[in-house]
Nanobody, 127 residues
């Protein structure tokens, strides 16, 4: 049974940092792309960042580029999202996702291409 478990969310002041973790289990993810999406209250779920597990290629939404960094630890089967210079607009529930048939990094921005999702982790940035 595939499981993606997020952790590391919380409350932080604007300008601060948080690191989200996504522990993956239940299958081999070496050929997968792992993505982070976020959903603010009353808004649609949007793409933040993605990483290809095999070679570490990354892709970012313009809104987080230069502030967020996605990485993975093969030994721990865990993907991270380091979030710096946080803004109130970054407030959202952050979801980790895994997609096994995403052939290009640009396609990683489409949530429909992911088969597995975590339960989400709340990130709140106060002004």
């Amino acid at each position: 049974q595939v499981q993606l478990v997020e952790s590391g969310g919380g409350l932080v002041q604007a300008g601060g940092s948080l690191r989200l973790s996504c522990a993956a289990s239940g299958r081999t993810f070496s050929r997968y792309i792992m993505g982070w999406f976020r959903q603010a209250p009353g808004k649609e779920r949007t793409f933040a960042a993605a990483i290809r597990w095999s070679d570490g290629s990354t892709y970012y939404a313009d809104s987080v580029k230069g502030r967020f960094t996605i990485s993975r630890d093969n030994n721990k089967n865990t993907v991270y999202l380091q979030m710096n210079s946080l803004k109130p607009d970054d407030t959202a529930v952050y979801y980790c996702a895994a997609g096994g048939a995403i052939w290009t990094m640009t396609r990683s921005a489409n949530s429909a291409n992911y088969e597995y999702w975590g339960q989400g982790s709340q990130v709140t940035v106060s002004s």
